[in-house]
């Protein structure tokens, strides 16, 4: 399924540095060792607002995911996903290259990364 073309904000450059050189970067606050979403804004453990960006393993695993049928019948379905990554922030993701049957709570992912020919490379995930 076509994602569309994807264009940062400014926001979240660091972000998509990352994505465009094969490195999932995502927030992470300093001051307590804890690591967040890419669009977390503010650390709700210190109160910091100057989340630091790190490079996560791009180790998750998966926590629940939904498959979206095109309406297109030739286009394979897309699996949405939730996953947990192995630093402990939730990330909202696609999955890629998965078999049906083995999807489960839990299952080991990989970070994947697509550099599509027009707009910001992305992350998916594999088993
Ligand atoms: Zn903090």
Known sequence: ???????RDGRTDPFFDGTAAGRLVVRRCEACDRWFAPDETGCPGCGADDLAWAEASG????????VTRPRDSDQPPAYLALVELAEGPWLHTRLDGVDPVS???GLPLRAAFVHPDEGES??????
């Open 1 to 7: 399924m076509d994602i569309g073309v994807l264009r």
């Open 59 to 66: 180790e998750a695993t998966l926590v629940t995911w939904t």
């Open 103 to 105: 999807l489960r709570e």
């Open 122 to 127: 992305y992350v998916l995930f594999r088993h």
